[in-house]
T-cell receptor, first 113, second 111 residues
């Protein structure tokens, strides 16, 4: 199994641009999570899905952030417009069921200049 | 959101010394998980504790769940340079569906 696959691995963009991060969870996993990691705030849960349905998006910082899961094998996290304070490493993780072992992707390092 | 206190925030040890990190919750937990993140890497699952007072071992690592299921610890005996990284606890609160990650303890091992 290839594990959780995220793309791109690195993204550098200018302030105001739209950014789309992509995630392919492990096949058969029912739950998918988006996390953001920074030195200041640590590992923050942004949103999670169960069976492709968003369950809790209370961690999404503001309306500029949106996430979708159109099917069981794909999810996106979009930031529009991006701001320098969005610079962070964004992780996608999946698990067989809610509360179970989380398998993380390699992350996307986003830099907004 | 849920505040997961983890101490210490940083720990520097000489190779061969022991290391312990603690995780404390204000609420009763369904289970607690521990993860390790190497520098530049992603969090990797180590173990899950479910039962009150549970103790599990993985080679030099010992994981413990408190009797009241509100705290947990990870102890590493005789640290090695391969132990370098940040150790996170992740809590599943009773009645909740998602994990709350602690602030992490960054371990540096001096050869």
């Amino acid at each position: 199994d290839a594990g959780v696959i995220q793309s791109p691995r690195h993204e550098v963009t200018e302030m105001g641009q739209e950014v789309t991060l992509r995630c392919k969870p492990i096949s058969g996993h029912n739950s998918l999570f988006w996390y953001r990691q920074t030195m200041m705030r640590g590992l923050e849960l942004l949103i999670y899905f169960n069976n492709n349905v968003p369950i809790d998006d209370s961690g999404m910082p503001e309306d500029r952030f949106s996430a979708k899961m159109p099917n069981a094998s794909f999810s996106t996290l979009k930031i529009q417009p991006s701001e320098p304070r969005d610079s962070a490493v964004y992780f996608c993780a999946s698990s067989l069921q809610l509360g179970g072992e989380a398998f993380f992707g390699q992350g996307t390092r986003l830099t907004v200049v | 959101g849920q505040q997961v206190m983890q101490i210490p925030q940083y720990q520097h040890v000489q190779e061969g010394e022991d290391f312990t990190t603690y995780c404390n919750s204000s609420t009763t937990l369904s289970n607690i998980q521990w993860y390790k993140q190497r520098p530049g890497g992603h969090p990797v699952f180590l173990i899950q504790l479910v039962k009150s007072g549970e103790v599990k071992k993985q080679k030099r690592l010992t994981f413990q769940f408190g009797e009241a299921k509100k705290n947990s610890s990870l102890h590493i005996t005789a640290t090695q340079t391969t132990d370098v990284g940040t150790y996170f606890c992740a809590e599943l609160i009773v009645g909740a569906n998602n994990l709350f990650f602690g602030t992490g303890t960054r371990l540096t091992v001096i050869p």
